[in-house]
């Protein structure tokens, strides 16, 4: 087997949602045979608990404390731990790999940026940006937004939405041939994410309630410059992780073969 990486990670210093401190996913995902994690909490603009009041410097500073605290406690372990982001605009979501604590804290305006300004942004720096969960629905969404001009790829894997909604994802991106990437969107260990989807009514009567997500490569990744080149070559294969299993979503035909629609709106930027 290759080298696994979770690619979608939220931490309770800086997600609101989020339910685990950075340093304690350190061995959970090693010991789950992962060989590094990128920590892409939501920020300001999502569900941050990061309070909005305070000046912009000390809003970034706050906002990587979840990183931070991962990369210490996994000094010395050979597990890679690597800075994202999950930036929000209406509900439609991007992970920004490549950009770090400085390009945030240099744009104190990034928050009244357009998609099309904040992709600029994130190719100037030497980023990229991929849609997550591009059909996802939620109680508190009312539309989906696609927006194909300014992603470098989509996530067609997210261990937290339905199937269908990763098989219209899946679809989507093959038609359109986008780079393809999976992740967990953990927020809390999948023990706990087990109970909480069933809670929610997330694929009841299947067998992957407990499944993770990650991206598998050839080679080893130490800096999130080696994982944003390794995605955009399309080194990386989007895998399930059950248990020790590790399976290529394109082998699984729930999350590849549209079942049904998507019940939210459509709108196209």
């Known amino acids: 087997m290759g080298y696994l990486y979770e690619t979608h ?30 920590v892409t909490d939501h920020f300001f603009n999502g569900n941050s608990c990061i309070p909005g009041e305070l000046p912009w410097n000390e809003r970034v500073e706050l906002y990587t404390k979840g990183f931070e605290h991962a990369l210490a406690a996994a000094e010395g372990k050979d597990f890679s731990v690597l800075f994202g982001i999950e930036y929000n605009f209406e509900g439609d979501e991007f992970l920004l790999y490549g950009v770090d604590k400085d390009w945030l804290l240099s744009l104190p305006e990034l928050l009244s940026c357009s998609r099309e300004e904040v992709f600029r942004l994130v190719h100037q720096a030497g ?4 849609q997550a969960h591009p059909y996802r629905e939620r109680g508190y969404l009312t539309a989906i937004h696609l927006t194909p001009s300014v992603c470098d790829g989509i996530e067609i894997y997210n261990s937290g939405n339905r199937d269908y909604q990763n098989a219209l994802a899946y679809q989507y991106g093959k038609e359109r041939d986008f780079i393809a990437t999976s992740g967990s969107d953990i927020h809390f260990f999948p023990e706990e994410q ?40 399309r080194d990386g294969l989007p895998v399930m992780v059950l248990g020790k299993e590790r399976i290529p979503i394109s082998s699984l035909p729930e999350e590849c073969e549209v079942s049904q629609g998507p019940t939210l709106p459509v709108i196209w930027h």
């Open 194 to 233: 087990a109970g909480h989807s069933r809670s929610m009514g997330y694929r009841e009567g299947n067998l992957h309630l407990d499944a993770m997500g990650g991206m598998e490569f050839p080679e080893k990744i130490t800096s999130i410059q080696e994982f944003r080149d390794a995605v955009m070559r």
């Open 127 to 130: 980023g990229i940006m991929i």
């Open 9 to 38: 990670l939220h931490t309770l210093e800086a997600s609101a949602c989020g339910k685990v401190a950075g340093a304690d996913y350190v061995d959970y995902m090693r010991n789950k045979g992962y060989s590094g994690m990128v």
